[in-house]
């Protein structure tokens, strides 16, 4: 099969198209011919081992001393189940599917093997395969963090970072559970964000949102490019801050959570069951939750599709071909 393999960590052109062997299922696995993945920060940051000083000798641990241990990216996929092991029970042959492999990576390929109990699901039959790939990851995130902050109807709630991926689904998904939602962009996506239901917009190049005399019950900070101390100034009492970049709490932090009776929800991965992508499916197929696509990649032009997602301005999400036709 086809797969885009990176054999050392660096620029986007490490990464290239090559013959590998087709996966076989295990017992426990499913085997999906994939039709489309993307290209997440994640896969940016894993490519290019670009991690904090702090985390150096874990990431190394995790991804790989020498060079990458898993060859092949892709951490979200679509695709259609083309063969089943022995013990799985949910998925047949012939099903629509949509998934994220966050720990085994390998979704940049004709072929992934999946456990049936990951984070899998069939996938919302009211969008194409494309559209569901750019679920897993962003919308994912954004629901479970917007969980453990206990969101609730009528919260007011600040979404910095709405035009990205988990933002653009952090507004989508906070106006779901009934609140209030500001979305924090710049002037290109202040359109975006209106449509995707903010009730208010902020354009950060011309407006500073802690100098407002508006307060939060959820600050949502998706980018981790507003300071900490901006956003407690316009935290209520009461209120959650949700970093979802930053793993550890800074020594202020620390002291506001100790001192102020404002919570702190950081950075942590979701957990890896099908729960949500089911709770999600249901979201998108009522109209709830829309899919922001930016940019439409083919498989062979996955270097450039790397080179535009490390600028760090995408809309939404960019999505991978993996087949030829459009899916
Ligand atoms: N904890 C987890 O489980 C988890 C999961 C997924 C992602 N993440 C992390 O979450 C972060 C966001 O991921 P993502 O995929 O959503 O990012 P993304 O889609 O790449 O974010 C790009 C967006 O950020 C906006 N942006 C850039 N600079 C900004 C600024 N100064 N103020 C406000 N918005 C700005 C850009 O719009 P403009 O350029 O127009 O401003 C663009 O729309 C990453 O650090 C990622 O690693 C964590």
């Keep these: 099969m086809k797969a885009i393999v990176y054999t050392k960590y660096g620029p986007p052109d490490v990464l290239q198209l090559r013959e590998v062997e087709k996966p076989i299922p295990k017992e426990n696995e499913i085997l999906v011919k994939v039709k ?123 979404v910095y970072g709405a035009s990205g991926s988990v933002g653009s689904y952090a507004v989508q998904i906070a106006k779901y559970f009934g609140a209030h939602v500001t979305g924090v962009c710049s002037t290109t996506n202040l359109d975006l964000v209106k449509s995707l239901g903010a009730d208010k917009v902020i354009d950060y190049t011309e407006e500073d949102f802690s100098t407002t005399d508006e307060t939060y019950d959820v600050i949502f900070e998706a980018v981790n490019k507003s300071s900490f101390s901006a956003c407690l100034k316009v935290l209520k009492k009461g209120g959650t801050y949700i970093n979802i970049t930053e793993p550890l709490p800074s020594p202020q932090m620390l002291w506001t959570t100790l001192t102020s009776g404002k919570k702190l929800v ?52 960019v999505v991978i071909h993996v087949e030829k036709e459009r899916s």
Aim: glycine share 8%; aromatic share 10%.
């Design 36 to 158: 489309a993945t993307t290209v997440t920060v994640a896969d940016i940051r894993s490519r290019s081992f670009t991690v904090p000083k702090a985390f150096w000798l874990p990431a190394r641990i995790t991804l790989g001393f020498r060079g990458p241990k898993k060859q092949i990216l892709g951490m979200e996929l679509a695709g259609v189940v083309e063969s089943v092991g022995k013990d799985v029970k949910r998925f047949k042959e012939g099903d629509q599917v949509f998934a994220a492999s966050l720990s085994d990576f390998g979704a940049y390929a004709e072929y992934k093997c999946l456990p049936e109990d990951g984070p899998l699901s069939i996938k919302p039959s009211t969008i194409t395969h494309a559209e569901a790939a750019a679920i897993p990851i962003g919308a994912r995130t954004a629901l479970f963090f917007l969980r453990k902050a206990n969101i609730q109807n009528g919260q007011k709630v600040l």
């Design 266 to 317: 950081l950075s942590r991965n979701a957990p890896e069951t099908s729960e949500t992508l089911d709770f999600l499916k249901e979201l998108v197929e009522t109209g709830k939750v829309k899919v922001v696509i930016d940019r439409y990649y083919e498989f062979d032009e996955i270097v450039e599709a790397h080179q535009y997602v490390e600028k760090g301005h995408k809309r939404g999400n």
